[in-house]
Nanobody, 121 residues
Framework: VQLQASGGGLVQAGDSLRLSCVVS??????MAWFRQAPGKEREFVGG????????DYLDSVKGRFTISRDNTKNMVSLQMNSLKPEDTAVYYC?????????????????WGQGTQVTVSS
């Protein structure tokens, strides 16, 4: 099983980025994005159920970030708009076989390698 994240980069405040994560080897009921800034704990950013109907977000990204998935491609994406310097972090995609979006890192058993997002002011 592999999760391959891509799409990170260096942008200015107010810009947009789209992260993608392609999964190979299996399908996950629940997919999520987490992020980890230097010196901080890895935190939940957004999650989505299999049908794409249910989504959950970190409060600070609500209205700016949108998570989506394409099950035909076994891929999950994170559209990030109005980026802020505090969004700077390594972003990780994660998969969970069970249904139910959870914000707890320990409930996700499969992880991508991370992609760096840097937002300059």
């Amino acid at each position: 099983v592999q999760l391959q994240a891509s799409g990170g980069g260096l942008v200015q405040a107010g810009d947009s980025l789209r992260l993608s994560c392609v999964v190979s080897g299996r399908t996950f009921s629940t997919m999520a994005w987490f992020r980890q800034a230097p010196g901080k704990e890895r935190e939940f950013v957004g999650g989505i159920n299999f049908s794409g109907v249910r989504k959950d977000y970190l409060d600070s990204v609500k209205g700016r970030f949108t998570i989506s998935r394409d099950n035909t491609k076994n891929m999950v994406s994170l559209q990030m708009n109005s980026l802020k310097p505090e969004d700077t972090a390594v972003y990780y995609c994660a998969g969970r076989p069970q249904a139910g979006i959870t914000t707890a890192r320990a409930n996700y058993y499969y992880w991508g390698q991370g992609t760096q997002v840097t937002v300059s002011s």
